[in-house]
């Protein structure tokens, strides 16, 4: 059982990201183009050129990022581990760990990410939690319930569309619940 992000997933996960950044090069584009014209009204600096310059190092940087984020998420693996990729990778014994089904809108959901990578519907890496804790967290869209695992003293928080399950699983597994 896993869930894990493909290309595709994280492309449209930054979808909003590559249409802002190229609304913003278009209209630098236009402005820096309009302001290189001399007294011939003809271009200095050719607006295609300008376009591709500012391109380029951006479709480069999105493609890092995308790369980095491809096969984030968890497993759950034959041997009774738990796997977490989110910025880290962190490999923990299920039978050690406490695990709670959470509210997103309660104390352990996280809102202030200290190293990762994040968008509206990706963030991965360390955040401090609304209860000001410290975790490793996956957010994959958006999801009503969030699974909080404590292991070894370290927090870990993982969201998204039917995180229900692995909440079950981990139970089913020789996971203990967290006590209130």
């Given at each position: 059982?896993?869930?894990?992000?493909?290309?595709?997933?994280?492309?449209?996960?930054?979808?909003?990201?590559?249409?802002?950044?190229?609304?913003?090069?278009?209209?630098?584009?236009?402005?820096?183009?309009?302001?290189?014209?001399?007294?011939?009204?003809?271009?200095?600096?050719?607006?295609?050129?300008?376009?591709?310059?500012?391109?380029l190092?951006?479709?480069?940087?999105?493609?890092?990022?995308?790369?980095?984020?491809?096969?984030?998420g968890?497993?759950?693996?034959?041997?009774?581990?738990?796997?977490?990729?989110?910025?880290?990778?962190?490999?923990?014994?299920?039978?050690?760990?406490?695990?709670?089904?959470?509210?997103?809108?309660?104390?352990?959901?996280?809102?202030?990410?200290?190293?990762?990578?994040?968008?509206?519907?990706?963030?991965?890496?360390?955040?401090t939690?609304?209860?000001?804790?410290e975790?490793?967290?996956?957010?994959?869209?958006?999801?009503?319930?969030?699974?909080?695992?404590?292991?070894?003293?370290?927090?870990?928080?993982?969201?998204?569309?039917?995180?229900?399950?692995?909440?079950?699983?981990?139970?089913?597994?020789?996971?203990?619940?967290?006590?209130?």
């Open positions: 059982m896993s869930y894990q992000l493909g290309y595709l997933d994280i492309f449209k996960a930054q979808l909003p990201v590559l249409l802002i950044t190229f609304l913003i090069i278009g209209l630098l584009t236009a402005i820096v183009g309009t302001a290189t014209k001399n007294e011939d009204h003809k271009y200095l600096l050719k607006p295609k050129w300008i376009f591709a310059g500012l391109s190092p951006s479709i480069l940087l999105l493609s890092v990022l995308v790369l980095t984020q491809v096969n984030s968890w497993t759950l693996e034959s041997n009774g581990q738990l796997q977490i990729k989110a910025y880290a990778t962190r490999t923990i014994k299920i039978d050690n760990i406490k695990v709670e089904l959470s509210d997103s809108r309660g104390q352990w959901y996280p809102v202030h990410r200290k190293h990762g990578y994040g968008t509206n519907d990706l963030a991965t890496g360390w955040f939690l609304r209860n000001g804790i975790a490793l967290a996956f957010l994959h869209l958006a999801s009503p319930q969030i699974v909080h695992i404590i292991a070894d003293g370290q927090h870990y928080i993982l969201a998204h569309p039917g995180v229900e399950c692995l909440y079950s699983e981990l139970l089913n597994r020789g996971a203990s619940v967290m006590p209130r």
